[in-house]
């Protein structure tokens, strides 16, 4: 995929420092606070708009690529031909050229609606498209479970932009053999997630390799994502919903949620955990 900035003098940074006033015990004291910035970000396939998200103005390129393959309008990142990142005074515009045989199922089920921060159903216009079943996982890995302890307890100090904010969400990849591979963020779960996958994507890992890591819950969209990705685990901090639980039961993946410390809860598949798998990962991140 080539890549290009034009009109991009000044990309906006992905966090601000802004006055503020804070309380303590009564007392009012002035002083500044880092905060994560947010701005919309517009999808453009082959001059025809798709959506406008808010998200963190970060990581682009992944963006571009992960929401392109999460919404199935394209098979592979190599199908996104041309991107420019486009900034003005309003917002990024994503601009991609792909082959003229995927506009038309992009056609299909081109989105007409502004998403508010992290949405993953805004416009979408009709039920089939908002339950559309998850693909099938295969067989993925198996690990033991002081590894999934391990690798959410790595994961809060890979996320730069919470550490300076504690605003933002964070999605991660895990490798049996690597630890966490790549940790993206964002204001918005959803974003994250979508920003992982176009990582991924980019250096040619395959989801199958690893598992997928949230510091968020888990509804049907994150579940719908990770099957895309095509790995087989996927761990939250927080619980999923009802409807995330039948979309894992069926494509085969493994929730994992409520992971906290050495504990947590497994909701679908629970064969990939096994005791006596997989050995400690070191932190590599990139």
């Avoid at 390129?61 to 005074?89: K, N, P, Q």
């Avoid at 049907?220 to 087989?232: F, H, P, R």
């Avoid at 996927?234 to 979309?247: E, K, M, Q």
């Amino acid at each position: 995929m080539a890549s290009t900035e034009i009109d991009t003098p000044d990309l906006p940074a992905p966090i601000a420092c802004l006055p503020r006033t804070a309380s303590h015990a009564g007392r009012l004291a002035a002083g500044m606070r880092v905060i994560p910035e947010e701005t919309a970000v517009a999808f453009t396939y082959n001059g025809s708009s798709h959506a406008v998200m808010m998200a963190t103005p970060a990581d682009f390129e992944d963006f571009a690529t992960g929401l392109s393959l999460t919404e199935r309008i394209v098979e592979a990142a190599e199908d996104i031909s041309e991107l420019d990142i486009v900034s003005s005074d309003v917002g990024i515009e994503l601009r991609m050229w792909i082959p003229a045989a995927r506009m038309k199922p992009y056609s299909a089920r081109r989105r007409h609606l502004a998403g508010p921060t992290g949405c993953g159903l805004c416009g979408i216009e009709s039920l089939d498209e908002a339950t559309r079943p998850p693909p099938p996982v295969g067989g993925g890995i198996e690990v033991r479970p002081q590894d999934i302890s391990a690798a959410m307890e790595a994961l809060a100090p890979a996320q730069v932009l919470n550490r300076a904010t504690r605003a933002v969400h964070a999605a991660a990849f895990w490798q049996p053999d690597k630890g966490l591979v790549a940790v993206r963020e964002d204001v918005g779960r959803h974003n994250a997630l979508d920003k992982l996958v176009g990582a991924l994507a980019r250096r040619e890992i395959e989801g199958r390799t690893g598992m997928v890591l949230l510091t968020s819950r888990v509804s049907v969209e994150m579940v719908q994502k990770t099957a895309i990705l095509g790995a087989s685990i996927l761990v939250a901090v927080s619980a999923p919903t009802a409807l995330a639980v039948r979309a894992a039961e069926a494509c085969g993946i493994t929730l994992i949620a409520i992971a906290r410390g050495a504990d947590f809860e497994i909701f679908t598949h629970a064969r990939r955990i096994a005791p006596a798998r997989a050995k400690a990962a070191s932190l590599s991140i990139e």
